[in-house]
């Protein structure tokens, strides 16, 4: 059962396993309820996609309306991260709660006892324990994103298109006259799409305006929520042009939740938006458990950031310190910490504290 999103990268999973003689179907899965059937998240027209693509290669196509389970597994956890001031990254949950998981035991009862998805990524097997390994095409690559699903997981799945590049998928996609070709690929969270993210998240989550101030405590504007800012933020500060600050950009350092201040520096290299320490939570590991109590790899503490060097001690109840070889920017509690060795993906937690000044906020 392959997941179908619509877009190229699932139509050719798709295709490739038909090719190899597997029995393939395709099923769409619907997460998230419109309240807008005219807005920006049009699961309507995917569904119609993939199921063209289906059809266009004959295999079933299913679709299934899973944003009970979303909501529940994902966005709840999405919006209370943000209420808490942090930054959460909802795909890391996604494909935990959903993709891997409600997605393969809806497959399951229709008789599929494997699932692929349209994922750039790699698995294998070595004695008995299955692998996530990177991509080919380190553009693409999003290992980074699947690091939470489980050797369960893992063991009834395929990642057909892991092996190639994103044009070498396109090419083959365009040979076989699937129409989503040259669709353009989904960007951001869908359930956000082209509005606005801090008229969404104001729906959801309260705010309140505050004073956005120096490190000296001297205000220099006002913001409108301080969770509708992330740490390294630049843009939408709404200071720039003050005539005695000088021509450097403003950048979001810390939140004082305590008194509903944001904290900004100038200058994109400023010493207070690096740190060479974080703590994380919620440690998971592909293998189901960690490498060793203590151990060197490297790391991304976001998507697509050049691999870095750390050491990695593992704490009770799956709490981690890593110490990086230099300092970090900008990073981010409620953003993941992932780790690796070469090609394979360890796992990875949910980063809680930094070593910075403000840590990424200030203790209430």
Known sequence: MVGVSGGVDSSVAALLLQQQHFEVAGMFMKNW?????????????????????????????????????????????????????????PDVLCNREIKFKTFIEHAADLDYAQIATGHYARSDCIDGRYRLLRAVDDNKDQSYFLHAIS????????????????????????????????????????????????EFLGRYVETATGAIETPAGI???????ISFYTIGQREGLGVGGRRDAGPQ??????????????????GGEHPLLYSQRLTADGATWVAGAAPAS????????????????????????????????????????????????DQECLGGAVIQTTDAVYGGWVEE
Do not use: M
């Open 33 to 89: 309820e419109e309240d807008d059937p005219t807005g920006p998240c049009p699961a309507a027209q995917d569904a119609a996609d993939a199921e063209q693509v289906c059809q266009r290669i004959g295999i079933a196509f299913y679709a299934r309306n899973f944003a009970a389970e979303y909501w529940d597994g994902v966005f709840q956890h999405f919006i209370a991260e943000y209420q808490a001031g942090r930054t959460p990254n």
């Open 151 to 198: 050797q369960q997981a893992l063991a009834c799945t395929r990642f057909p298109i892991g092996h190639l590049r994103k044009p070498e998928v396109r090419q083959i996609a365009a040979a076989a006259g699937l129409t989503t070709a040259t669709k353009k690929d989904s960007t951001g969270i869908c359930f956000i799409g082209e509005r606005r993210f801090r």
């Open 219 to 225: 205000v220099i504007g006002e913001h409108v929520g």
């Open 249 to 266: 950009a403003w950048y979001v350092v810390g939140k004082d939740r305590a008194r509903n201040v944001l904290i900004a520096v100038q």
């Open 294 to 341: 203590a151990f060197t790899c490297t790391a991304k503490t976001r998507y697509r950031q050049p691999d870095q060097n750390c050491t990695v001690q593992v704490h009770a109840d799956a709490k981690l310190q890593v110490t990086f070889d230099r300092p970090q920017r900008a990073v981010t509690p409620g953003q993941s910490v992932v780790f690796y060795r």
